[in-house]
């Protein structure tokens, strides 16, 4: 039962464009949702967050956008640089606090 | 900035032993995780621990498993007896709030032989 799907498992994008990074859940019950980064043999690093409340949150070259009624979030990065590339992971966390993971999303930003 | 220490890196048991993953959270945090990725897999989660106790667990998180904060700084999952299937990455994770600002270690690779 997958409550945090990432579908698409790679996306290779040229620097400086826009890196989109799409996140569907099924739970209801979600009401914070957070992006993190993963490079290999590292753990995840928190990127950025928002709550349900609300339906857009910035922060630098990164920003999510949450839309509720279609269950939905997505990770716009702005410009996209190399150093971006690592394996994005999905996260949506409920009232007890615990983190449901996607799969991932390995991001290549070309050159 | 403050990390989440773990230890070791990598550890390598054989079928049937114990094992206990070490973890130091943030000083200052109240919430503790313990998550696993399997390779190529997603990361999983085990367990949370707050004020001293598990506050939930996973269906992967059986009789086998147990987790111990033993003084004020250390959190630490055991394994009672190793199967081949637990190989995966272990993550300890930690917050100061249990929403915001998960803060996840560099992970233990366990390899089950």
């Known amino acids: 039962d997958q409550q945090v799907k990432q579908n698409s498992p790679s996306l290779s994008v040229q620097e400086g464009r826009i890196s989109i990074l799409n996140c569907d859940y099924t739970?209801?019950?979600?009401?914070?949702f957070l992006w993190y980064k993963k490079y290999p043999a590292e753990g995840p690093t928190f990127l950025i967050s928002?709550?349900?409340?609300?339906d857009k949150n910035e922060d630098g070259r990164f920003t999510v956008f949450l839309n509720k009624s279609a269950k939905h979030l997505s990770l716009h990065i702005v410009p996209s640089q190399p150093g971006d590339s690592a394996v994005y992971f999905c996260?949506?966390?409920?009232?007890?606090?615990?983190?449901?993971f996607g799969k991932g999303t390995l991001l290549t930003v070309n050159p | 900035e403050p990390e989440v220490t773990q230890t070791p890196s990598h550890q390598v048991t054989q079928m049937g032993q114990e094992v206990i993953l070490r973890c130091v959270p943030i000083?200052?945090?109240?919430?503790f995780y313990w998550y696993r990725q399997i390779l190529g897999q997603k990361v999983e989660f085990l367990v949370s621990?707050?004020?001293?106790?598990?506050?939930?667990k996973s269906e992967i998180f059986d009789d086998q498993f147990s987790v111990e904060r033993p003084d004020g700084s250390n959190f630490t999952l055991k394994i009672r007896s190793t199967k081949l299937e637990d190989s995966a990455m272990y993550f300890c994770?930690?917050?100061?709030?249990?929403?915001?600002?998960?803060?996840f270690g560099s992970g233990t690779r366990l390899t089950v032989v």
């Open positions: 994770a930690s917050s100061e709030t249990g929403t915001d600002g998960y803060t």
């Open positions: 739970n209801s019950m979600f009401d914070y």
């Open positions: 928002i709550s349900s409340i609300k």
């Open positions: 996260a949506a966390s409920d009232s007890n606090y615990k983190l449901t």
């Open positions: 000083s200052n945090h109240l919430y």
């Open positions: 621990f707050y004020n001293n106790e598990i506050s939930e």
